[in-house]
């Protein structure tokens, strides 16, 4: 059976990546003080991941508890957020690469992402409607 172009293209469409929520954890000084004002969202430059070979990666979870378990046995001298992004609209402009959060001990780093570079226009793809 042969499909019309109109068909084929409405396949092609529907059939995009679904990478779903992501979050990232920072702290609420660099939220205010660097993210808000340029609306990106950078590397801080000191972790190298082992895939990209780069320091130059933000990474996500895709674990909304994160920050809970992760934090709990964090010194708290400073205050934690997370923000929450459409992975779909993220994958759409960057490559999204395996993460492994070494400095989480006994955590499997299945749901751990990153991307290499920055992230502009942050209001873009940020989710208001996380929980």
Do not use: W
């Amino acid at each position: 059976m042969m499909m019309g172009k109109g068909v084929q293209l409405r396949r092609n469409i529907n059939e995009a990546k679904e990478t779903g929520v992501l979050y990232h954890v920072c702290s609420l000084t660099d939220f205010c003080d660097y993210i808000i004002p340029s609306n990106n969202l950078t590397s801080s430059g000191e972790y190298v991941n082992k895939i990209t070979n780069s320091n130059d990666v933000i990474s996500f979870t895709r674990d909304k508890y994160y920050m809970i378990k992760t934090l709990k046995n964090i010194s708290m001298s400073k205050i934690f957020i997370q923000l929450c992004l459409d992975g779909d609209l993220l994958s759409n402009h960057h490559k999204i690469f395996p993460y492994n959060d070494f400095a989480v001990v006994g955590r499997k780093g299945e749901a751990e992402e990153c991307i290499k570079g920055v992230i502009k226009d942050l209001k873009k793809i940020y989710c208001r409607n996380s929980f």
